[in-house]
T-cell receptor, first 114, second 112 residues
Framework: ETGVTQTPRHLVMGMTNKKSLKCEQH?????MYWYKQSAKKPLELMFV???????ENNSVPSRFSPECPNSSHLFLHLHTLQPEDSALYLC?????????????FGPGTRLTVT | AQTVTQSQPEMSVQEAETVTLSCTYD???????LFWYKQPPSRQMILVIR??????QNATENRFSVNFQKAAKSFSLKISDSQLGDAAMYFC?????????FGTGTSLTVIP
C-alpha cells in the first residue's frame, strides 16, 4: 500500500461521455501528477501540481481537464475523448517537485474509450 | 530533448541468477536524477533505485545495483539472486527539474 488511491480502477466510456478520474494521497505530500501509460510507449507525464497550483502541462489536449482542490486530491475530468485516449492513467504524489523527490504511484485507472 | 531508451522489451532470468537491464538516455543537462521503477502485474509502480548524476558511486539497494556511466549516458540495472517476485515491468526514468521521462519498459520473466 503506497498511500495513493485511484478510483475507478476501470472505466469504459463513449466518445460523447463526460467522466472524472479521482486520485487521493494519504502521505502528506504537496505535489501530485497525472501520467498516461499506453502499451509499448513511454510513460507520459501529463500534468504536475504543487501546493494545488499547476506547474506543468505537457501539451495535453483540452479534452483532459485537471483539477486539484487541495494537496491531497487530484481529478482528471474527461470529455469527448477519442479511442486513442484508451490507456492506463496513473496518479502519483511526492513531497515536493524536482528530481530529488521520490514519486509514489497509485494503481491506475484503466480507461477504454469506445 | 531528453529521451530514455530501453532496448530490451523482454528479458528472462533463471531464479537465483543475475540479470542486467539496459537503459540509455539523452540529455544536455548536467544535474539530473535517474531511476528504476518496477511495475508488477496489476500492481502499483514502485521505486527500485535512484542515482544522482553528480555522484560517481553506483547506487545499490540490497540485490539491486546500477552501473551508471555518465559519459556514455548509460544506466543499467543489475538484479542479483533473482527471485520469482522480481518478475515485473521495469522502467528506467530520467528527471531534471519538474520533468520526468520514462523508457518503454523491459518485461522481466523469472524462470523457476
Amino acid at each position: 500500500e503506497t498511500g495513493v488511491t485511484q478510483t475507478p480502477r476501470h472505466l469504459v466510456m463513449g466518445m460523447t461521455n463526460k467522466k472524472s478520474l479521482k486520485c487521493e494521497q494519504h502521505l502528506g505530500h504537496n505535489a501530485m501528477y497525472w501520467y498516461k501509460q499506453s502499451a509499448k510507449k513511454p510513460l507520459e507525464l501529463m500534468f504536475v501540481y504543487n501546493f494545488k497550483e499547476q506547474t506543468e502541462n505537457n501539451s495535453v489536449p483540452s479534452r483532459f481537464s485537471p483539477e486539484c482542490p487541495n494537496s491531497s486530491h487530484l481529478f482528471l475530468h474527461l470529455h469527448t475523448l477519442q479511442p486513442e485516449d484508451s490507456a492506463l492513467y496513473l496518479c502519483a504524489s511526492s513531497l515536493g517537485t524536482g528530481h530529488n523527490y521520490e514519486q509514489y504511484f497509485g494503481p491506475g485507472t484503466r480507461l477504454t474509450v469506445t | 530533448a531528453q529521451t530514455v531508451t530501453q532496448s530490451q522489451p523482454e528479458m528472462s532470468v533463471q531464479e537465483a541468477e543475475t540479470v542486467t537491464l539496459s537503459c540509455t538516455y539523452d540529455t544536455s543537462e548536467s544535474d539530473y536524477y535517474l531511476f528504476w521503477y518496477k511495475q508488477p502485474p496489476s500492481r502499483q509502480m514502485i521505486l527500485v533505485i535512484r542515482q544522482e548524476a553528480y555522484k560517481q558511486q553506483n547506487a545499490t539497494e540490497n540485490r539491486f545495483s546500477v552501473n551508471f556511466q555518465k559519459a556514455a549516458k548509460s544506466f543499467s540495472l543489475k538484479i542479483s539472486d533473482s527471485q520469482l517476485g522480481d518478475a515485473a515491468m521495469y522502467f528506467c526514468a530520467y528527471c531534471s527539474g519538474n520533468q520526468f521521462y520514462f523508457g518503454t519498459g523491459t518485461s522481466l520473466t523469472v524462470i523457476p
